[in-house]
């Protein structure tokens, strides 16, 4: 089955303590990125990476990395949370720069405290 | 001018009815206009796209108008039925740069019986 796989789906952590948020595909996408979702805003995209080592910021990158090593690999790494990074986090891949369909995951709750 | 507006925020409509969403946009440059459905507990997923050479567009009891010179473009659900109901976004890119895709905010649609 094509999916777009991310874990963790709920993760509750504290101020500092450093967290990844793992996403894995299974199409073959070139294309994947990072978006967070948060209530009257819709979703703004994190990161982005075109294929493996090219990545590239979105509108929202302060306090995340990101790291593209495999094809099917996109991680999100929050160094040192922060309350306000508390949202719901969703990973998405595309076939290329392209193709306009993004297929997402189910999205990671987080919550800093 | 990169923002896509989005309204309403919510709407409450009755099953059998026609529910309405409607998004604007300023960049004249976006070329790729699609809408995502999300069920709470999942991630987006594509309903309907359209491109701007064609000003209507219809997949079942989902359709897309839109109107290039006002920079508008609506969701009409005909129909509605309570498995309708969800979170639709909006949204818009370009052909030459899909890394960006601009989300609206957001439309929660209840469909009661």
């Known amino acids: 089955e094509a999916q777009v796989t991310q874990n963790p789906r709920y993760l509750i952590t504290v101020t500092g303590k450093k967290l990844t948020v793992t996403c894995s595909q299974n199409?073959?996408?070139?294309?994947m990125s990072w978006y967070r979702q948060d209530p009257g805003l819709g979703l703004r995209q994190i990161y982005y990476?075109?294929?493996?080592?090219?990545?590239d910021k979105g509108d929202v990158p302060e306090g995340y990395k990101v790291s593209r090593k495999e094809k099917r690999n996109f991680p999100l790494i929050l160094e040192s949370p922060s309350p306000n990074q508390t949202s719901l986090y969703f990973c998405?891949?595309?076939?290329?720069?392209?193709?306009?369909?993004?297929?997402f995951g189910e999205g990671s709750r987080l919550t800093v405290l | 001018q990169q923002q896509v507006k989005q309204s309403p925020q919510s709407l409450i409509v009755q099953k059998g009815g026609i529910s309405i969403i409607n998004c604007a946009y300023e960049?004249?440059?976006?070329?790729?206009f699609p809408w995502y459905q999300q069920f709470p507990g999942k991630g987006p997923a594509l309903l309907i796209a359209?491109?701007?050479?064609?000003s209507e567009k219809k997949e079942g009891r989902f359709t897309i108008s839109f109107n290039k010179s006002a920079k508008q473009f609506s969701l009409h659900i005909m129909d509605s039925q309570p498995g309708d109901s969800a979170t639709y976004f909006c949204?818009?890119?370009?052909?030459?740069?899909?890394?960006?895709?601009?989300f609206g905010p957001g439309t929660s649609l209840s469909v009661i019986p």
């Open positions: 998405a891949s595309r076939l290329d720069r392209y193709t306009g369909e993004l297929f």
């Open positions: 199409m073959n996408h070139e294309y």
């Open positions: 990476s075109m294929n493996v080592e090219v990545t």
């Open positions: 960049n004249t440059a976006f070329d790729y």
């Open positions: 359209i491109r701007p050479d064609v």
């Open positions: 949204a818009a890119s370009m052909r030459t740069s899909y890394d960006k895709v601009i």
